[in-house]
């Protein structure tokens, strides 16, 4: 009997993410067509197939919503990128991060150039606030969170520069214009 509980309880818990998962889904294709403001909680839940009220149980609103796509894709990202951070190599961190936007290129199109940008730029400052220091330091003359804050806004820009592109440039140019603007020009390689 007990085997059936834990079937049971993995069961119900694989619902919640379902319908979180849909709604995701469903917001990154809203967000393809229109903009976030034109999106309403009732055609997202009819688009995504979950039920109006299952919505509420999982976010607030909308903006809660667009919070969660944004912060899934920076978790997957830094998932790629930090191994290679830790190899303090700033421009095969650079070219991972590119790789990554340029292979999840229409999911990011529609973050960066879509309205979420924002909560994008946020979700970016908070996790390079927490792993600022592990591979390189600001000069001397830059304050640690002017330092975040320049360079998560100037990365940012660089992404949506990037996507906004008629014939997007090749993963290597952009990963070493950002090395080159990010790493060697606002923050200093640690010497070892």
Same mark, same amino acid.
């Given at each position: ?62 903006? =809660? $919503? *667009? ?10 990202? #830094?998932?790629? @990128? ?74 940012? =820009? $660089? *992404? ?10 090749? #993963?290597?140019? @952009? ?18």
């Amino acid at each position: 009997m007990p085997e059936l509980k834990t079937k049971h309880k993995d069961t119900m818990g694989l619902r919640p993410q379902k319908s979180r998962e849909a709604l995701r889904a469903a917001l990154l294709s809203e967000l393809g067509e229109r903009t976030f403001q034109d999106i309403t909680v009732k055609e997202l839940t009819a688009n995504a197939r979950i039920g109006y009220a299952t919505f509420f149980r999982h976010y607030e609103g909308l903006d =809660e $919503l *667009l919070v969660d796509v944004a912060k899934e894709q920076i978790d997957k990202m #830094i998932y790629d @990128v930090l191994p290679v951070m830790e190899q303090q190599d700033t421009l095969s961190a650079c070219r991972a991060m590119c790789t990554f936007i340029h292979d999840n290129w229409v999911v990011w199109s529609i973050l960066l150039t879509g309205g979420a940008s924002e909560s994008i730029r946020q979700e970016l400052m908070q996790l390079s606030t927490n792993y600022a220091g592990l591979q390189t330091q600001f000069s001397s003359t830059l304050p640690d969170d002017l330092g975040i804050t320049l360079s998560v806004s100037t990365t940012i =820009e $660089l *992404l949506i520069w990037w996507l906004r592109q008629t014939e997007p440039r090749p #993963i290597e140019e @952009v990963a070493q214009l950002i090395n080159e603007i990010i790493h060697t020009r606002l923050l200093q390689s640690r010497k070892a």
